[in-house]
């Protein structure tokens, strides 16, 4: 899965853009009539097939919608159009020579001839045994650099796209709704058959499209009405789906069309959106590439001679707060849910110009903390603006909590991610394409999660709640409860600390049987870790100037042998390693703090400090009170835990 924010680009009339700042996108009218057709760049969306075979696909509506897409009248001299909105970036690696062979390449994968050789195509083909090959073989865009040369009047091309077009319009009759990947294409489809249509008018130069090409129109119709009976309803998809529709309604003058189209977006927006300004998608990337879509639907509702309100801009501005937090310091998101590693688009007059521009551009956002009731906990001990730290010396963190796992999420709640000094200190496992198998469902489980797992007990993928927190200017803590498996309680508080910087986790578990009680700490790969002790292991990169400290003070429990393990590089059962993308896997050291039996007490410290930087600590009670007094490279903190067991900073 790639996401690339793209700010507009243009192919022949004029240059269209969707304005990289502002809140509702920006509408140009198209520019005095030359060779080629109008394209602006669509946000370039997920790589993977996201639709799972058997299942519904469809995420309702469930918040009211909103009252004022298309209420007022637009006033533009104008007339309504809908750009082509290009071709997601396979147009870059299917070249027009390619189309030629009937050659198609996609991903990671070696070009495959996918047809005779004069545009007949076999359709079932999928050699790859990869949903998401065929999805995009179905797509039709890989067609891109054809269709943009046949716009330029390369009539040979032109040809050639056309047949290709036409033999899946033909092979593929309606309904294709049993053909999972054509059903999830079709969006994609419909947009490309668009820009094959301005292909024609712009190639040919006419003003209408001759008799020979108008399989298109009626392509085009079937595919509306497809979109009409199969809406997937209050996520990206849906979105996209309803963009499209709204495209078919534009370009044939259907104002039905056009009508649905702008009800959809209405209806989809306050649940895909919710009023904090959280996706419901349960994933950074998705929320980044959420936010291009929904600028990409106000643009086109306004080209296309409609107003698309307030509500849009109101939400998609929470949003843009929301993935400003959610940047790290070294200018990337917490990789959470589906999301490969990625750095956060730095769109200007947005808190994101700020946070994407590692603080050289834009004005530094306000809030410095942001806990989500969708799941999400982001914090930071600063935006760099002390320059002593700068935006990269500070320390970021996620943690995961809220509604069970779905759509794009994972297993991750109470999972905890945290940069420091420069660098990443605790990561998480990362982004698996969904055909990766064993390997997937390792990424999307606890076991690839900074938490506490119990892998003898049935998961249960639980709803996770925020019993209590506090923000002070030095520390910030939280308590989360839930029953992660079967048989099994887990409450987990979390205190970060500022000056110096550093996490600490108190996890208690209970369970009804015996159980292996697993704290992971899932660390870079380009560290490598060692035991020290009993209660401790170092993890440090070759010539790094810094290294982090993981260990554990006995509270509650004594550290049985074995206590603090390195796990790295295994394969049964997976665990030590890292998804930076969706076909990258990369060896990476985690460290677990084990425990067995019915109840557990692990009480985790992760300190990065410089690499010739000591750790030490003393413990001792005070009534009921228990104290642990750190000393981190000659800084001091006094961290406690009080007889009702709440774990503070004490000085």
Not at 108 to 131: D, E, F, H, Q
Not at 379 to 401: K, V
Request: glycine content about 10%.
């Amino acid at each position: 899965m790639r996401f690339k924010r793209t700010a507009g680009a243009a192919v022949g009339i004029a240059a269209l853009v969707l304005g990289a700042g502002a809140a509702a996108g920006e509408t140009r009218s198209p520019a005095a009539p030359s060779p080629g057709i109008l394209i602006v760049e669509a946000p370039e969306g997920p790589g993977e097939a996201q639709f799972v075979p058997g299942q519904s696909n469809v995420v309702p509506a469930t918040a009211p919608p909103a009252q004022d897409v298309g209420k007022n009248a637009m006033q533009s001299l104008a007339a309504p159009f809908y750009a082509c909105p290009g071709f997601s970036g396979l147009q870059t690696t299917n070249p027009l020579a390619n189309l030629y062979k009937d050659v198609f390449t996609w991903g990671p994968y070696a070009p495959y001839k996918v047809g005779n050789g004069g545009g007949n195509i076999n359709w079932a083909l999928n050699p790859y045994r990869n949903a998401s090959w065929y999805m995009w073989l179905h797509s039709l865009r890989w067609l891109g650099q054809g269709i943009t040369a046949a716009g330029q009047g390369d009539l040979t091309a032109l040809t050639r796209v056309n047949t290709i077009a036409y033999d899946w319009y033909r092979d593929n009759p309606y309904s294709w709704k049993g053909n999972v990947g054509a059903w999830e294409s079709t969006m994609h489809r419909t947009n490309v058959l668009i820009c094959l249509r301005q292909a024609i008018l712009s190639g040919l130069q006419v003003g209408a499209v001759p008799a020979r090409y108008a399989w298109v129109d009626a392509a085009l119709l079937s595919h509306a009405r497809f979109l009409t009976n199969y809406w997937s309803g209050a996520w990206n998809h849906g979105t996209d789906e309803s963009i499209a529709l709204f495209g078919v309604g534009v370009t044939l003058s259907r104002a039905d069309y056009r009508n649905l189209a702008q009800q959809r977006l209405a209806a989809a927006i306050t649940t895909s959106i919710d009023a904090q300004g959280s996706t419901n998608e349960q994933s950074t990337g998705y929320a980044a590439f959420n936010y291009s879509l929904w600028g990409r639907a106000i643009a086109v509702l306004q080209n296309g001679g409609v107003d698309p309100g307030t509500t849009m801009v109101t939400r998609r501005a929470l949003l843009a707060k929301w993935l400003a937090l959610a940047t790290n310091s070294l200018g990337k998101l917490h990789q959470l849910g589906d999301t490969e590693l990625q750095a956060t688009y730095p769109w200007v007059g947005t808190p994101m110009e700020y946070a994407g521009s590692l603080g050289t551009k834009g004005t530094a956002p306000p809030w410095r903390v942001g806990v989500y009731s969708a799941g999400y906990v982001f914090g930071r001990t600063g935006w760099g603006t002390d320059a002593a730290r700068g935006f990269r010396g500070e320390s970021t963190y996620s943690i995961r909590y809220g509604p069970a796992r779905a759509f794009h999420g994972h297993s991750d709640h109470t999972s905890i991610t945290y940069t420091a000094r420069g660098r990443d200190i605790v990561i998480d496992g990362g982004y698996a394409a969904y055909s990766a198998g064993a390997w997937r469902a390792w990424v999307v489980s606890a076991a690839a999660h900074s938490v506490l797992t119990t892998p003898l007990a049935k998961a249960t993928n639980p709803a996770t709640r925020l019993t209590g927190y506090s923000v002070k200017a030095n520390a910030e803590s939280y308590t989360f409860t839930d029953a992660p498996g079967t048989g099994v309680s887990r409450v987990r508080s979390v205190l970060v600390l500022k000056d110096p910087d550093l996490i600490v986790t108190w996890d208690r578990a209970s369970a009804t049987t015996a159980q292996a009680f697993q704290t992971l700490w899932h660390l870079p790969p380009d560290q490598r870790a060692s035991v020290y002790s009993r209660t401790t292991a170092v993890a440090m990169a070759a010539g790094d100037t810094t290294r982090t400290v993981v260990f554990q003070v006995p509270f509650k429990q004594a550290l049985p042998p074995g206590a603090t393990l390195i796990k790295q590089a295994q394969t049964n059962p997976i665990q030590g390693w890292y998804y930076p993308s969706s076909y990258v896997r990369k060896s990476a050291p985690t460290i677990m703090m084990a425990r067995s039996g019915r109840t557990a007490s692990i009480l985790s410290f992760i300190v990065p400090v410089r690499a010739s930087g000591s750790v030490t600590y003393t413990t001792r009670w005070s009534g009921t009170t228990f104290i642990i007094n750190l000393n981190v490279g000659g800084a001091r903190a006094a961290i406690a835990i009080s007889g009702g067991g709440s774990l503070y900073r004490a000085g």
